[in-house]
């Protein structure tokens, strides 16, 4: 994969008449990939929190290529019924699917509770999405070379679930919690592989992280050191959002990816540079992690994926 000239986004395959959904489009890394899509032809539809961001960063697209596919949609991934909300909407305007982008997250807040309860990273960064992938899934199966891109972040490495605190109410730190909520992205992403793998679904799941790029993420992290630290001391060895939304570009389009892959930057420690496939960490990867936090997450959802329970 990927051994002679470094992958761009001019490589990008043609996507006129593909349908993608891109969460957090408005703004970061999904409006650099919702710009890269609608390039090549792709109807993107932005799912946001704040749907007057959302027609701003569609205009902004648009200015540039005033023939760009566009919708707005809103979508809050930390409130459920926002999620089934969404879900039904796009269902009753759209017949398929072809590439759901999981992207957007929160970083390192101070303590916070969803609509449902549950911890704010956690439930925006991995219950939204496990929720909406669910809701979806029918639609991707009908869609052409359908794919689910979970986003993660090489802080998986550093996460684990709390499960005898999951919400945080003994102990919390908005670091660890947001490093749990990649670590459930990961799991989530390779669990969802194998589950369908097991009944041969034209679905894809493939997983990608972006390395450490300049994002609103870090600058708008309410946690006094991540914004001084990520927002404004390391900010000079950041890469742009345009190339940090390489990995999961490649992952949503490239003709070679793989269900299961994991794909980032390919320079120093993972950091910057070009798309390529990377490892999971083991703890990621291991098949009890997968059916323990599935069967959390639909029992926290309210959801029943249509996949069998697989053995650990």
Known sequence: MMKHQ??????IPDQTERVFVVTG??????LATTRALARKGGHVILAVRDEAKGRRASAQITAGLPGARLEVRRLDLADLDSVRAFADRLRSDHARLDVLVNNAGVMAPPRTLSAQGHELQFAANHLGHFALTGLLLDLLADGSDPRVVTVSSTNHRQGRLFLDDLSGERKYSPMRFYNQSKFANAVFGRELHRRLTAVDSPVSSV??????????????????????????????????????????????????????????????????????????SPAAADAGTGRRLWELSEELTNLRFALPTLPS
């Open 207 to 280: 997983l990608a992280h972006p390395g450490y790029t300049a994002t609103n993420l870090q600058t708008s992290a309410p946690y006094g050191i991540v914004k001084l630290l990520f927002g404004r001391l390391l900010t000079p060895l950041a890469q742009s959002p345009d190339q940090g939304a390489l990995p999961q570009l490649y992952a949503a389009t490239a003709s070679d990816v793989k269900s299961g892959q994991f794909i980032g930057p390919g320079g120093m420690a993972e950091l910057r540079g070009a798309p390529k496939q990377v490892q999971l």
């Open 25 to 30: 489009a408005n703004g970061g890394l999904g």
């Open 6 to 11: 470094p992958w761009t986004a001019g490589q």
